[in-house]
């Protein structure tokens, strides 16, 4: 499988994040990227495709604030990361707003997600990795993994959230559909791909299919029930499973076995799978119980559909042994 990775995105480096009542250290570190370059090996190279693909998923405004945010924060006289405090949670509505802070609460939904002074770096070129893995892809390959960091299925086109800053699975999907694919978004991080459903929740033409745990109990907590199927147009197209605390394997395959047959039913030629090792037993941020070897079967069944499959890297903490589970799943390509 040919692997696709950005050096500069060992740029992103906040220091610290709230969690649990308390500031602790990011959580979302190089060292996650580079447990995962140990285990498999040699990468290509990424290919700048420019900030059009990016446009397609996110709206300027965003943009424009993702790309300034930190400097502006410090010009204000700030110091450390640029973080938001308050949020708009109810008559939200179009304003011009000066100050960076009102500006964090408006593009943010938690105070996990710090900007530091690489953070647009470092985003923009995941999401150039994911397009250049997508371009090997549209090219005829089978399958091709994306090493984006900072991870983006949180993301929405005008939100950051959940250490992720641009939706980097989204933008692949759009582009491959820009290209003339019939695209299925398949989520299997620990946690819900809130910004990519947002996306995508109203249109008909990409499906959305994700396994993860149940938002009554985690992160993050207001997408992914059950009950959202889409709307309007989009109606039919996103296919939420939830699974509850502890689920194994076993516990596992029958939604991915559900999600994996809707895929099939709905045509898709392409399928972009943001892969998450967070469910991983050992993550010390997520409670599903899935083991270094159940990675390649899972990736095997994704692989038995027959269509071409981008691996987009999502979450994943368990350090020591990230690069050992990434490996196990592309293996099973």
């Not at 943001?274 to 990675?295: C, Q």
Request: proline letters at 5%; hydrophobic letters at 40%; one cysteine or more.
């Amino acid at each position: 499988m040919r692997c696709f990775f950005d050096e500069r995105q060992f740029a992103h480096a906040p220091s610290q994040e709230l969690h649990n009542g308390a500031f602790v250290p990011s959580m979302e570190t190089r060292a996650r990227v580079e447990s995962i370059l140990t285990a498999i090996g040699a990468t290509e190279p990424v290919i700048d495709h420019g900030e059009g693909p990016l446009r397609a998923v996110h709206s300027e405004a965003y943009l424009a604030f993702l790309w300034s945010a930190y400097k502006d924060w410090r010009s204000d006289g700030r110091p450390g990361d640029a973080a938001g405090y308050v949020w708009p949670a109810v008559r939200r509505r179009p304003l011009r707003l000066d100050r960076i802070d009102a500006r964090l609460g408006l593009h943010s939904i938690d105070a996990a997600t710090p900007i530091a002074s690489g953070t647009w770096e470092s985003a923009y070129w995941a999401a150039q990795t994911a397009l250049t893995a997508l371009d090997s892809l549209l090219g005829g390959e089978s399958s091709a993994f994306a090493l984006c960091r900072p991870p983006g299925h949180h993301c929405g086109s005008d939100y950051l959230g959940g250490y992720c800053y641009l939706n980097n699975a989204a933008i692949a999907a759009q582009a491959a559909r820009s290209a003339g694919r019939r695209v299925a978004i398949l989520d299997v991080d620990y946690h819900h791909g809130n910004g990519t459903q947002d996306i995508f929740y109203e249109d008909g033409d990409m499906l959305f299919v994700s396994i993860h745990a149940d938002p009554v109990v985690d992160y993050p907590f207001f997408w992914g029930h059950a009950d959202e199927k889409g709307d309007g147009a989009g109606e039919g197209a996103t296919l939420n499973l939830p699974l509850p605390r502890g689920a194994n394997f076993d516990a596992y395959l029958p939604a991915l076995d559900q999600g994996l047959q809707t895929i099939a039913d709905f045509g898709a030629d392409l399928i972009v799978c943001s892969y998450g090792a967070d469910t991983y037993v050992g993550d010390p941020i997520s409670y599903f119980a899935l083991e270094t070897g159940d990675y390649a079967p899972m990736a095997r069944r994704i692989a038995s559909l027959g269509v071409p499959t981008l691996t987009v890297m999502e979450g994943g903490y368990a350090v020591d042994a990230l690069g050992a589970n990434v490996a196990a799943f592309l293996s099973g390509f």
